[in-house]
């Protein structure tokens, strides 16, 4: 797989610029990176902050598939990067997957991935735009989630050598994605998960649900058991009881 890929010191959001580049009729896989944001957006349309020092990049990634496939492709993603900071931190067991697609440390969110993508609008995608920030020297502080770095967790690194194993770990877990299917990528993700089997929370746009994480579903939705039934949710954000 070749995967190009492209610098800038600043720009609005990687994410946008891959879209332009999409959208100007591109029709291979690049990665865009940049030393800083001025309008990085997190999921479901907050900011994401992007001062110089962390990591911030998108792989624009050529997809001939439907829609519910491609959005497999955060959990490849969240597996790769949970391996980066891994490796980085020399630490396995402290490192997980947090539902949907964030990586915590010791509980601590260090990176965020927004999945987003392109096309003519219809159900199959032109590509997909596999946002991916790290917090590499500083992290937001917001008491409602609790986040880190990787020099906080006691390791200096530049923001390039990050780049380069996770061009390397999103090409390793791409390719497992495609010889193997959602299954490989499902239990991967379900054996590096928090809270898996424990009660959580899930705060939805107009509720809060109560229940255990029981599993993953083949879509990836998170099925969550509470008052006897289950409930399949394809989008909240989970805190831990
Ligand atoms: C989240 O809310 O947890 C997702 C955050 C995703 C941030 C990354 S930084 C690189 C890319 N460009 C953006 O504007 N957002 C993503």
Redesign the pocket.
Same mark, same amino acid.
């Given at each position: 797989m070749t995967i190009d890929l492209r610098r800038f010191d600043v720009v !609005? $959001?990687?994410?946008?610029e891959c879209r332009r580049i999409a959208d100007g009729g591109y029709g291979g896989n690049i990665w865009i990176v940049?030393g800083e944001?001025s %309008?990085? &957006?997190? =999921? &479901?349309g =907050?900011e994401?902050v $992007?001062r110089p020092g962390n *990591? *911030? %990049? $998108?792989l624009l990634y050529a997809i001939d598939c439907d829609l519910r496939t491609a959005s497999q492709l955060s959990f490849v993603a969240a597996l790769a990067v949970r391996d980066v900071v891994a490796d980085i931190l020399q630490s396995n067991d402290s490192i997980k997957c947090k539902w949907p697609? !964030?990586i915590l440390v010791g509980g601590k969110?260090i990176?965020?991935?927004?999945l987003e993508t392109t096309g003519l609008g219809g159900e199959t995608p032109s590509h997909v735009i596999i /946002?991916? /920030?790290i917090n590499v020297s500083h992290y937001p502080h917001n008491p409602q989630y609790p986040a880190t770095s990787l020099k906080d967790e006691g390791y200096t690194v530049e923001p390039e050598l990050v780049m380069d194993r996770l061009a390397r770990s999103m090409a390793h877990w791409i390719s497992r994605w495609k010889d193997h299917g959602f299954s490989l990528i499902r239990q991967a993700w379900k054996d590096n998960a928090r809270g898996l089997g424990q009660d959580i929370i899930v705060r939805l746009p107009d509720e809060e649900l109560r229940g255990r994480f029981v599993d993953l579903d083949d879509n990836g939705a998170l099925i969550l058991e509470f008052d006897g039934e289950r409930r399949h949710i394809t989008a909240g954000d989970v805190f831990f009881a």
């Open positions: !609005d $959001s990687t994410n946008a940049s944001q %309008a990085g &957006r997190g =999921r &479901r =907050r994401w $992007s *990591f *911030f %990049a $998108s697609n !964030d969110k990176s965020g991935i927004l /946002g991916i /920030g």
